[in-house]
């Protein structure tokens, strides 16, 4: 009597080799029906995975391993031996568990029997074979990505949050989506000053979506706003086996912008100086928010940060600094601050004035044609690098020289790159209109503080004998969140003792408190 085999199917799905879901089916099918025409009974494992990866994501093959160890199966049928694993070690790793419990491999070719030193034999041939193999398809997949990203194809599997890849005359492109308006929302708050909880908050608050269909968490809004693809730049990043990023191509104006690149980079530097220095700094935003001016104030001795408290009398005071600096009640800080901040004002103004005389055409243009220059060269490049590849497949080249010129053409192509990435910046730097609208937001976001603590006729001082206009505590964040996009910091210094000489150079030394402020502006 024929033995009824009870058989574990295998089928695995790698993207690494060019596998589609129209191949998993078909391998599906094909096993399935192998095992019917058999008589034998199965159960199904599947995987989507590289044959190589590590063996601990091997989630599927490790349980199909463990079972064969429980004696559940008499065989494991699979298109062929290289889908079980594509690495030499791990094909000896299956091969030693089946061998030992006495399992089968059966292919719609063959019947594998791995006790058998000769089968034994054919089967680490076949998986050396398979192991090569899989090394030259990687890298031949690598080479066509790297071309095609170099062309400002999108090639990775997934898209960012407000895109859908698409085919758009047969090259694989990015398309802005019913998202894109989120990321855009996204950027104009944290350009606006507003700290990533507080952008997943807003995102929440107005019932927006993520790429996951739910709320919006931290990770995901730092994601969107450090991803510089959302300028249209098409974004390749190149790693070694460790993970660790070895080069980074980039191709600007591949694909339909959602935000400019200007303001992408205000919003790097506005998480920059979110994010650096030490850690009072980088907890900022951090705390009950009791005064317009908190996080700002700092010692014009020792240079420390200082903070506010309330005194037994319940008034909000400065705290005394580590040097010995005494404090003033905050009421008596905010008159020597709104006349401070009345300067700051004008300087921006006087600044703004000045940017809209200045023409910045000339240096712009010959930025311009560097980086046109420069793009020219990088095409040449590519071109050599393309040429050089040709030659050596027709043999005009050994490998050893072909790798060499290769290195020194592709180290190039880097350098040219870079210093595209550059001149772009510069250009930006050198940009009036950018220049302008930096002005006319420090203005603009001056002008908002005004509004917000509504001062008669728009003005921060106040008529002798009236008294200072005072903020509302539920305006204490938002007009604190303002101050921060136009102030640095705030240097305080307390004098208790006032020295002057009069005409006759007579020295007179007066005791009244005199505050002294210093705003450093961004």
């Not at 099918?29 to 599947?46: A, F, H, P, S, V």
């Amino acid at each position: 009597m024929v033995k009824q085999y009870h058989v574990a199917i295998f089928n695995r799905k790698s993207r690494n080799e060019g596998d589609t879901d129209e191949t998993l089916r078909n391998h599906r099918q094909i096993t399935i029906r192998l095992c019917e025409e058999k008589g034998y009974t199965y159960d199904n494992y599947e995987e989507i995975i590289s044959g190589a990866s590590k063996f601990e994501e091997r989630k599927e093959l490790i349980r199909l391993l463990e079972n064969v160890d429980k004696g559940m199966y008499d065989a494991v049928v699979t298109v062929e031996v290289s889908r079980l694993a594509r690495s030499g070690q791990y094909s000896q790793i299956i091969a030693d568990t089946l061998a030992e419990n006495n399992v089968l491999i059966i292919t719609p070719k063959e019947t594998i029997d791995l006790t058998i030193d000769s089968q034994r034999l054919l089967y680490d041939i076949q998986a050396a074979v398979n192991s090569n193999e899989y090394r030259v398809i990687r890298n031949r997949m690598r080479t066509g990505m790297i071309e095609k990203a170099k062309r400002g194809e999108y090639v990775s599997a997934k898209a960012p949050f407000g895109y859908d890849a698409v085919i758009k005359n047969k090259i694989r492109t990015l398309q802005p989506n019913e998202n894109a308006s989120t990321v855009k929302f996204c950027y104009d708050l944290a350009e606006k000053g507003y700290g990533m909880k507080q952008i997943v908050k807003e995102l929440n608050l107005r019932g927006l979506k993520s790429s996951s269909g739910g709320k919006f968490a931290f990770k995901s809004v730092q994601n969107i706003l450090k991803n510089k693809q959302y300028t249209g730049t098409n974004i390749f990043k190149l790693s070694d086996k460790k993970g660790n990023i070895t080069n980074v191509i980039e191709v600007p104006d591949a694909f339909t912008k959602i935000v400019s690149l200007e303001q992408w980079l205000k919003v790097q530097d506005a998480i920059k100086e979110r994010t650096s220095g030490d850690n009072e700094v980088r907890n900022r935003a951090r705390g009950e928010v009791r005064t317009i001016l908190k996080d700002l104030l700092y010692c014009s001795n020792c240079g420390a940060k200082i903070g506010f408290q309330f005194n037994p009398a319940r008034n909000l005071m400065v705290k005394k600094c580590r040097c010995g600096m005494r404090g003033i009640t905050e009421q008596a800080l905010l008159e020597y601050f709104w006349d401070e901040l009345i300067s700051v004002e004008k300087h921006f103004r006087k600044e703004w004035e000045k940017a809209l005389e200045i023409s910045s055409e000339g240096t712009a243009k010959e930025i311009t044609l560097q980086i046109d220059a420069l793009n020219s060269s990088k095409s040449k490049l590519n071109k050599k690098l393309k040429r050089a590849r040709d030659e050596y497949l027709d043999g005009v080249f050994t490998k050893e020289e072909y790798l060499s010129d290769k290195a020194d053409i592709e180290k190039e192509i880097q350098e040219v790159e870079s210093n595209i990435v550059e001149l772009e910046k510069r250009l930006l730097a050198v940009d009036t209109e950018g220049l302008r609208k930096k002005l006319q937001d420090r203005v603009h976001w001056i002008e908002e503080v005004k509004r917000i603590t509504k001062k008669r006729q728009g003005k921060l001082t106040m008529p002798i004998g009236e008294e200072m206009p005072a903020v509302q505590p539920e305006d204490f964040p938002e007009v604190n969140r303002l101050l921060k996009l136009v102030i640095d910091k705030i240097y305080y210094r307390r004098d208790d003792e006032h020295t002057w000489v009069d005409e006759e150079g007579n020295v007179e030394v007066t005791k009244e408190i005199y505050v002294h402020l210093n705003i450093t502006t961004k």
